[in-house]
């Protein structure tokens, strides 16, 4: 008995029950389970959720770095098969001659020509399509009754005819044809001379250049403002804040025009 106290409760707690006149509690009764364990079992269920945190500014969405889209090749640019004239993402420009479009909606050329930026209305009346155009004076979209001017990626040139001097050399029409010459093989570098609009500017000698793109030398590129005479402001010493103030106005028109946006986006919402 003494041994059996211990577990189910103090000593203490015999002794009120046989004072307030109550039996002594027998064996059995310290044998029995408690009431608890009578009621019947709770399942517990456990939901997992996800382990990132849901709030937060810390676990926000990532800036990830700028995937470079937009356009790769203006108006009237020199391509050649394979060159990238427009990344995106979904179809603002949709391909239209001369061109191809990735799975990822890169637009690509896929004949030796210029970029062309047009519209269809024959095809569909609001999409903008990109193309490529065999002449640079060409306009896009070719009228469906033209005749195609270039098949197998070879523009068609008359054969020069010469006449014969004396019977021995003339063929059967008496016209004599010029013997076929090998075709030599040579490492020299493909050079493209493109004429310009206007009148008294030198002509652009264009050359393979690293990214496989025909464009001219980077020296080139460097004078252009010096070719159409744009003066530019020379540089002072002395103003050293000067770059300081135009990032301050810069980043002044940034916050106006971002405040611009907001109004209008409110006044659509209503």
């Given amino acids: 008995m003494a041994s059996l ?14 004072r307030a006149g109550g039996s002594t509690p027998s064996l059995g009764s310290f044998l029995e ?10 399942v517990l269920t456990f939901k997992r959720n996800a382990s990132h ?3 937060g500014s810390v676990n926000g969405p ?3 770095p700028g995937k470079r889209l ?7 640019q020199l391509v050649i098969p394979g060159n990238i004239i427009f990344r995106q993402r979904g179809t603002h420009w949709f391909p ?3 061109v191809g479009m990735g799975r990822d909606h890169t637009i690509y050329a896929t004949e030796t020509g210029f970029v062309k930026y047009y519209k269809d209305p024959t095809r569909h009346p609001k999409r903008k399509y990109i193309g490529v155009a065999f002449d640079r004076d060409d306009k896009l979209p070719y009228p469906t009754d033209a005749p195609r001017k270039r098949r197998l990626n070879m523009v068609a040139v008359p054969i020069p005819t010469v006449v014969a001097s004396s019977a021995k050399d003339a063929g059967p029409d008496g016209v004599l044809t010029p013997p076929a010459q090998p075709k030599v093989h040579t490492n020299e570098q493909t050079v493209f001379r493109i004429k310009p609009r206007k009148e008294g500017q030198p002509e652009k000698v264009l050359t393979m250049r690293p990214g496989y793109s025909y464009r001219e030398a980077n020296w080139e590129i460097g004078r252009a403002a010096e ?6 402001r020379s540089f002072q010493r002395g103003d050293r804040f000067l770059a300081w103030r135009k990032a301050a106005v810069r980043k002044e028109k940034n916050v106006d025009r971002r405040a611009m946006l907001r109004k209008t986006a409110i006044k659509k919402r209503r």
């Fill in 96 to 98: 239209g001659t001369n």
């Fill in 53 to 55: 945190k849901q709030q």
């Fill in 33 to 42: 389970p408690p009431s608890f364990l009578n009621r019947p079992s709770i």
């Fill in 5 to 18: 106290v211990p577990r189910f409760g103090p000593a203490s707690r015999i002794c009120r029950i046989c």
């Fill in 70 to 76: 937009g356009a790769k090749k203006t108006g009237e």
């Fill in 227 to 232: 070719r159409a005479n744009v003066k530019v």
């Fill in 62 to 64: 990532k800036q990830g």
